[in-house]
T-cell receptor
Framework: GAGVSQTPSNKVTEKGKYVELRCDPISGHTALYWYRQSLGQGPEFLIYFQGTGAADDSGLPNDRFFAVRPEGSVSTLKIQRTERGDSAVYLCASSLRQGTGELFFGEGSRLTVL | SQQGEEDPQALSIQEGENATMNCSYK?????LQWYRQNSGRGLVHLIL?????REKHSGRLRVTLDTSKKSSSLLITASRAADTASYFC???????????FGKGTRLSVIA
């Protein structure tokens, strides 16, 4: 596609449920990033992939969060046993490769945990 | 924290005025980038300045970088109502480290 695509754009779930958020990066971009943004704050790094492997997952808050990128393109962020504190906008970005410069962001997936 | 810290947190100006936002950081960097975010949207890259550069221009944007003071500024000249958005600086330390964002400056340009 022309840009980074994220689905769903909005997700409302109940505490304790499992959630998957999908990111389709720009074709040919080998680096893919997940960030989380709370209201009034800057994006907080979660994890990034170079190709299929997670190059840095140091930002994942706990083991309820997991992300995959099995074929080096689409990525899925998975959140188990959701908590109200997980409510935020989850942003995905891609770049040609890690460390080359600008990131291209999607519009985000807004997660609300009731 | 290694993240950039923007100053001010919020800025309100009249259309036609210049807007200046500052960013300070604490580590050595490979480059520093500025992004813009309209309410409810994703971030859009504005400009990148490398550690060996001191100033860059792009249209109405001017960015400076002072690595000795670990600070950068973003100047938007002749502001327009459409410039109303949040502006974030982000630092790249280099190697395999991810881009780290500050908390942003919320700019309001009043027509």
């Amino acid at each position: 596609g022309a840009g980074v695509s994220q689905t769903p754009s909005n997700k409302v779930t109940e505490k304790g449920k499992y959630v998957e958020l999908r990111c389709d990066p720009i074709s040919g971009h080998t680096a893919l990033y997940w960030y989380r943004q709370s209201l009034g704050q800057g994006p907080e790094f979660l994890i990034y992939f170079q190709g299929t492997g997670a190059a840095d997952d140091s930002g994942l808050p706990n083991d309820r969060f997991f992300a995959v990128r099995p074929e080096g393109s689409v990525s899925t962020l998975k959140i188990q046993r959701t908590e109200r504190g997980d409510s935020a906008v989850y942003l995905c970005a891609s770049s040609l490769r890690q460390g080359t410069g600008e990131l291209f962001f999607g519009e985000g997936s807004r997660l609300t945990v009731l | 924290s290694q993240q950039g810290e923007e100053d001010p947190q919020a800025l309100s100006i009249q259309e036609g005025e210049n807007a200046t936002m500052n960013c300070s950081y604490k580590t050595s960097i490979n480059n520093l980038q500025w992004y813009r975010q309209n309410s409810g949207r994703g971030l859009v890259h504005l400009i990148l300045i490398r550690s060996n550069e001191r100033e860059k221009h792009s249209g109405r944007l001017r960015v400076t970088l002072d690595t000795s003071k670990k600070s950068s500024s973003l100047l938007i000249t002749a502001s327009r109502a459409a410039d109303t958005a949040s502006y974030f600086c982000a630092i790249l330390k280099g190697g395999n480290t991810p881009l780290v964002f500050g908390k942003g400056t919320r700019l309001s340009v009043i027509a």
